[in-house]
């Protein structure tokens, strides 16, 4: 009973005019974002991010969210119709597109929205019920449990982010690095400034954002030099009702695998994809059909992905543990309008958390509209010039930057992570640990020198507390198995090399 004081207080705030207004626009722009190939939500969220200094608190945090689980959606209609996946509908390709040159495009975007607002559904209960049960038990980690625990995400979104856990942890622990730069709270000591002045404050969130992120897209997007065409197809959106009866069962199984995914560092829409696919090629009545145009091929990733983008909000809000960059850009968010995620976060700020659970509820009900009867519209998406699109991007970084200090300096700081950015790419250097390393370092600093000052300087703290020395046995664990994974991989490619 509880849940449901706690959501229908959420709904109270999630249902005034203006926070159902910013939660149309975040699904709005969300969907928007998702169709274009080459962006997505990491992408807009940093653009967006300078704008939450001038929206009440509630309505920014709710507007960023539904551009997060809208794009996800959005994902899916380009992966779908032109074979453009985005990192988050990579599978959709496999049974969406083969839809769609069967003549299914219509079916594969209503099962595509329909298992999306399933599985948003049951993460929302999940989110709901276990995100205040995770709150509480965070009461019992102390500051050697939190630099165990950080550390421990390096390690796991590291290593999911990139592929390669060394690339992975050198970008880490350059956004660690990063984060130290400016003045130290403790001492008054300038570090890393280089002796600017400009640099005595630190570097700003949205700097690194829009330039890795933001800046770094569009120069790579242009860089490339594909040339997309718009999608000319023709539509039919309503299935048949043993087609419909095929969907559920399908998605039902993608939320469950998409909310249990969401919640484990490192995990997210990416993981939760591939995982459901396999179960349904498992576990499907229709499972020699998967990978030749099956409906289950799309419902089961659709859901699972709607699903893992709402639950990875979990570790966020109730541990003050982002997941992932996007989430990593909404602790930013957070930080900014004054709110520290954690486990004191659904007791200081009550209204905000409920109200961002009602509000994805709300945002479900938004993309059922928005991507099921419109979707013939927003496929008029890819109609729009590229050369026309992407300055205006530019532009607007440089605008958002700008106006957060009023300094140009923050513009060339920008830039420069643009041009970081776009090395980064072109070196298969994935920026997303870069940001949680910036954002998580100071934090990961503080907890330490708390650590040291209740051990008067012992190190022994960080094995004789139970949750501390379980996290590291596990990032020990976590580096055996890398070893051995390398070392196994080095024999084969050597006994391939050998002669006869």
Excluded at 413 to 427: D, E, H
Excluded at 475 to 498: G, H, M, N, P, T
Aim: aromatic share 12%.
């Amino acid at each position: 009973m509880d849940i449901l004081h706690n959501l229908a207080f959420g709904f109270e705030h999630a249902l005034t005019l203006q926070n159902l207004w910013y939660c149309a626009i975040g699904c709005t722009v969300g969907t928007f974002i998702g169709l274009l190939p080459g962006l997505g939500p990491l992408s807009t969220i940093s653009l967006l991010l300078p704008l939450t200094y001038s929206i009440p608190t509630t309505g920014s945090l709710i507007m960023l969210s539904g551009i997060y689980y809208g794009a996800q959606y959005g994902d899916s209609v380009s992966a779908i119709t032109m074979k453009i996946p985005h990192a988050s509908s990579i599978v959709a390709c496999i049974d969406g597109y083969e839809m769609t040159l069967k003549g299914k495009t219509g079916l594969a975007l209503f099962t595509a929205g329909v298992s999306s607002f399933i599985g948003g559904t049951v993460a929302i209960v999940v989110l709901a019920t276990l995100a205040p049960a995770l709150g509480e038990v965070a009461f019992l980690f102390g500051p050697a449990d939190y630099c165990a625990l950080m550390l421990f995400g390096f390690f796991c979104v590291s290593f999911v982010t990139t592929g390669s856990l060394l690339n992975g942890l050198a970008m880490a622990f350059i956004g660690v690095l990063l984060g130290q730069v400016g003045t130290d709270v403790n001492s008054g000591v300038q570090r890393y400034t280089m002796d600017l002045p400009f640099l005595a404050d630190g570097i700003g969130l949205i700097s690194i954002a829009l330039g890795c992120f933001g800046i770094a897209e569009v120069v790579k997007n242009l860089d490339s030099g594909s040339q997309l065409s718009p999608f000319n197809g023709k539509i039919k959106l309503m299935p048949t009702w043993p087609e419909f009866k095929r969907i559920i069962p399908s998605a039902l199984r993608g939320s469950v695998v998409g909310s249990f995914l969401g919640i484990l560092p490192g995990g997210g829409p990416t993981i939760a994809q591939f995982a459901a696919y396999a179960v349904d090629k498992r576990f499907s009545k229709y499972k020699d059909e998967i990978g030749q145009g099956a409906i289950e091929g799309v419902a089961g990733q659709a859901a699972a992905d709607e699903a893992a983008a709402r639950t990875s909000f979990i570790p966020l809000m109730a541990i003050g543990i982002p997941e992932n960059a996007v989430m990593a850009l909404m602790m930013g968010a957070f930080i900014i309008k004054g709110v520290q995620p954690g486990p004191n976060m659904i007791g200081e700020h009550p209204e905000l958390f409920w109200g961002l659970v009602a509000s994805m509820w709300i945002g479900n009900c938004f993309l059922l509209i928005l991507n099921v009867p419109l979707v013939r519209y927003w496929l008029s998406v890819f109609k729009i010039p590229f050369s026309v699109l992407f300055p205006s991007i530019l532009f607007f970084c440089c605008i958002g930057t700008y106006s957060i200090n009023n300094n140009l300096d923050d513009i060339f700081i920008t830039a420069t992570f643009g041009l970081i950015g776009y090395m980064f790419m072109r070196l298969k250097l994935d920026p997303a640990p870069l940001m949680l390393g910036f954002i998580l370092g100071p934090m990961l600093e503080e907890n330490f020198r708390r650590a040291m000052l209740i051990s008067r300087g012992s190190f022994s703290v960080f094995v004789t507390r139970p949750i501390s020395a379980t996290l590291l046995t596990l990032i020990a664990l976590f580096i055996v198995w890398q070893l051995l994974v390398f070392y196994f991989q080095s024999r084969e490619a050597a006994a391939r090399v050998q002669p006869g």
